[in-house]
């Protein structure tokens, strides 16, 4: 079946530092790819998404390119904030034949970073 | 527009007590969800209704049922909790279409004793 795999966290970085949250996935067909976020204490809500092979989503400093050829769709950001801090998800369209919108998540990678 | 809204946010349950959990979206959108999210294992759907008058069953249904009221609100119902279904469950909801964002509620905690 489709699946998400995320690199484990936490991970800790300082201030400005370049930030890479690993994702594969497997999955038949052509399904959307999405990085969602979860603030201390909130819901998630979503960061980036691209939705076919080679598309760069892009949202708030954050970027992911969906690379069919490797299966990946890593999240980077080249100066992280405090206000980074936080969980985050990445996940797929599982779509199958009834098309209902269902997604499939990752682990979650928590970041943290200090001052 | 205030989204996705889900009551309790908090809740303390004894084995073997029921429960619904209240969602509620005001985007219009067909398509609604259940998840529970535990730590080290991401989000799991528990139910999910395509659009209003069906539901199906996702990943972790077992000890849960589902209602779809109406287009707007999707319940989920422990019928006797269980310590295992201590967790924070989360609704969500999207318009119909493969590749459309889901939107989250703030979620609501629960704890089984």
């Known amino acids: 079946g489709n699946s998400v795999t995320q690199m484990e966290g936490p991970v800790t970085l300082s201030e400005e530092a370049f930030l890479t949250i690993n994702c594969t996935y497997t999955?038949?067909?052509?399904?959307?790819l999405f990085w969602y976020v979860q603030y201390p204490g909130e819901g998630l809500q979503l960061l980036l998404k691209?939705?076919?092979?080679?598309d760069k989503g892009s949202n708030k400093g954050f970027e992911a390119t969906y690379r069919k050829e490797t299966t990946s769709f890593h999240l980077e950001k080249g100066s992280v904030q405090v206000s980074d801090s936080a969980v985050y998800f990445c996940?797929?369209?599982?779509?199958?034949?009834?098309?209902?919108?269902?997604?499939?998540f990752g682990q979650g990678t928590t970041l943290q970073v200090k001052p | 527009n205030a989204g996705v809204t889900q009551t309790p946010k908090f809740q303390v349950l004894k084995t073997g007590q029921s429960m619904t959990l209240q969602c509620a979206q005001d985007?219009?959108?067909?398509?609604m969800y259940w998840y529970r999210q535990d730590p080290g294992m991401g989000l799991r759907l528990i139910y999910y209704?395509?659009?209003?008058?069906?539901?199906d069953k996702g990943e972790v249904p077992n000890g849960y049922n589902v209602s779809r009221l109406n287009k707007r609100e999707f319940s989920l119902r422990l019928e006797s909790a269980a310590p295992s279904q201590t967790s924070v469950y989360f609704c969500?909801?999207?318009?119909?279409?493969?590749?459309?964002?889901?939107?989250f509620g703030p979620g609501t905690r629960l704890l089984v004793l």
């Open positions: 969500a909801s999207s318009d119909r279409g493969l590749k459309e964002t889901q939107y």
């Open positions: 999955a038949t067909g052509y399904p959307s």
């Open positions: 691209a939705t076919k092979a080679d």
């Open positions: 996940a797929l369209s599982d779509h199958g034949s009834s098309n209902t919108g269902k997604l499939i």
């Open positions: 985007m219009n959108h067909n398509s």
């Open positions: 209704s395509a659009s209003e008058g069906t539901t």
